[in-house]
């Protein structure tokens, strides 16, 4: 599914979220506006911003609560001791014994050691 810019006419498909107080300074009474169009009007507005792009899919958190997406890279007890492996979706990458389920891995090294090694073993 996509947009139409509503300034340039040209469809798209990712969303930038601004702040109301920046979409009021740059929208003009529109409603959809494009990442180029956004982008161009704020560089016409008279201050300086940084925003930062974060991918809204958040896949999971780890079960110390730490919200990961595809390809970060969490902590897992294998037979051997901790790894480290992939998050894909739900699961993540080590395939010793079969993919585990991201609410069952640890964002650090720290936190899964904190974990199994106090009373949860
Ligand atoms: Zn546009």
């Known amino acids: 599914m996509s947009c139409k810019c509503q300034e340039c006419g040209k469809q798209y498909k990712v969303d930038v979220i601004v702040s109301d107080e920046v979409w009021n300074d740059i929208s003009d009474g529109k ?17 300086y911003d940084v925003f930062e792009l974060t991918n809204k899919y958040i896949v999971a958190k780890t079960h110390d609560g730490v919200e990961v997406r595809t390809n970060d890279t969490v902590w897992v007890k294998g037979s051997t001791g901790y790894h480290t492996a992939r998050v894909l979706e739900s699961s993540t990458s080590y395939e010793l014994f079969g993919p585990i389920p991201v609410s069952q891995s640890f964002s650090s090294e720290e936190a899964i050691k904190d974990y199994f090694e106090k009373d949860n073993d």
Do not use: R
Request: net charge negative.
């Open 31 to 47: 409603n959809l506006l494009c990442g180029s169009c956004i982008f161009m009007k704020i560089e016409e507005i008279d201050c």
